[in-house]
């Protein structure tokens, strides 16, 4: 029954989306001006976002964020003792830790971390934590992506800091963050996995939306200065109107508990 | 709300709505306490002079706040209160914690805090009740008082500028707990209060009402008497109110007072998952609540008994308001 169309990459494992060859095709013409996002959104427009903390009870502050298809849960544990072998600091330590389940991709996969994501991910929290408030202690962030369709790191990154913020750790402010494809002339917000997947070049963008302040930026393939300026001015406000999404579903759950006490 | 697991049928969710508005209604709540979340601009009335205090950080000359929670107004003092951060302890705040591990001259307990308390072998009474100084030998048996995951309560003798916690066990009331059950409830639902040691002797149960969240509900065990211990046959039993015989912990409990600690523990999850404040008056009302229904313990946790509790809270209070008015 279960025979092999076109000759998938993988020859043991069974993918649902045999007629991958037909559809790439049809993709090659992007530089063509009429070119239209496979799910019809316009080139800056973002995937509606959906927030809510409190997912994991178990966890000091947790969150469960959706960007279209792509959803993530990111749970936050701590303050807690260091290790050992750890010296007296005066500052907190963060850690961060961002893997994948085996069933988040199109094919199946070993879940395993992913480390340049959880590295990228500790950059982009830790200008805005105050480490400080925490001396000798450990933040652990550990982020769970279930349901990978482009754009990752940005919702692991926008839901690890509404996490942050259920926990009660102190932080200069909330961390939004977008990502944007370059595909010859146009600059796509949000880009699904097939447009990341044969992209020109790419930006990432954390930003701290209230106090102004941009913590990390992440730029691959040839980019001109003006064109920087340009990606950078689309990411930065819709990393703005994220933050105003992400900050409405806080006041909505403090509002919440402090009904309750 | 926030941890409420209950499968309530549509009834129950109506009833358990109407008592939790009527119980919003009636709690004051001034206007000045206002939820903020993190990088909220907090109002203040700069003319005075104003303190910044935990939780707020200033830009641009505007003071805003670095946690979420609710802003508190003490004169000049503008604080944010985090609603869900962990216990964060303060001087002669008496705790229940868990042993983690045994080291030189000290124990370190984990209090659901920041970091680990430790107890030095000098603050914690001699088995055999003699002040005097410790030797090595006493170092090296520090295992008989306590090992690692035994259950204890004690009071928190200082903080130390580093932030590390020291505690104290020093009196008759402090010690080991055995023979009972310990609860995790969010810790800001056990407020400071004069007595946190609370014995029920028609229940022969008694109750720890740790501030860090740790709540013990064990069996009580009758005090001997002063004069019996100073008999010489009596010193090498090492019994005291908190720590037991050897031959009664072979014993076991009798299977009432074992019914009595599950039922007053299912009290104290069910207030929990109701986020309302633990105190000795409201356990025992809805103990009470429960004997009178004629739940069986096991059917305690159920959404109907959450139910009920939330309404008789609901009356109580309003009944109280009108008996001030």
Known sequence: MATKRGGSASSTTYSPWSNQKTRRQKRLDLKDPDWVRADGRLFHQCRPAFFRTGAVSAAAGSAYAELGDTKVIVSVFGPRESKKAMLYSDVGRLNCNVSYTTFATSVREQGSDHKEYSSTLHKALEGAIILESFPKTTVDVFALVLESSGSDLPLVVSCASLALADAGIMMYDLVTAVSLSCHGPNLILDPLVEEESHQDGSLMVTYMPSRVEVTQLTITGEWSVSRIHEAMNLCISACSRLGDVMRSCLKEAAAAAADDT | ?325
């Open chain 2, 1 to 325: 709300m926030r941890g409420i697991q209950l499968s309530l049928n549509q009834t129950q969710k109506l009833r358990l709505l109407r008592a939790l508005d009527k119980l919003d209604s009636l709690s004051s709540k001034s206007n000045s306490n206002v939820s903020v979340i993190v990088a909220d601009t907090i109002s203040v009335n700069y003319d005075g002079g104003v303190l910044k205090g935990h939780g707020t950080s200033e830009l641009d000359g505007e003071v805003v706040a670095t946690l979420c929670g609710v802003v508190e107004r003490v004169n000049k003092l503008v604080y944010v209160r985090a609603l869900r951060a962990r216990y964060k302890p303060e001087t002669g705040d008496i705790i229940v914690g868990r042993i983690v591990e045994v080291s030189q001259k000290r124990w370190r307990i984990d209090i659901n805090a920041n970091q680990d308390a430790v107890l030095m072998l000098s603050s914690m009474n001699m088995p055999d009740k003699i002040q005097r100084r410790r030797t090595a030998v006493d170092e090296l048996n520090m295992r008989i008082i306590f090992e690692e995951n035994d259950f204890m309560c004690a009071e928190i003798r200082n903080l130390q500028h580093d932030g590390t916690l020291q505690l104290q066990a020093r009196s008759e009331k402090y010690g080991k707990l055995d023979r009972g059950q310990l609860l995790k409830v969010p810790c800001y639902l056990v407020k400071r209060r004069k007595q946190h040691f609370h014995q029920l002797d028609q229940y022969v149960v008694t109750l720890v009402l740790g501030c860090n969240g740790y709540i013990w509900v064990g069996e009580l065990i009758p005090e001997k008497d002063a004069v019996m211990e100073d008999l010489p046959n009596n010193t090498d039993q090492a019994s005291t109110n908190t720590t037991g015989g050897v031959e009664k912990a072979q014993a076991g409990s009798a299977t009432e007072t074992r019914k009595n600690i599950c039922r007053i523990a299912n009290a104290v999850r069910v207030l929990s998952t109701l986020s309302f404040n633990i105190t000795m008056e409201v356990i025992m009302e809805v103990f009470n609540l429960s004997v009178s229904l004629n739940l069986p313990i096991d059917h305690m946790l159920g959404a109907e008994l959450c139910v009920s509790v939330a309404e008789r809270e609901a009356e109580r209070r309003s009944t109280s308001t009108k008996r001030k008015v």
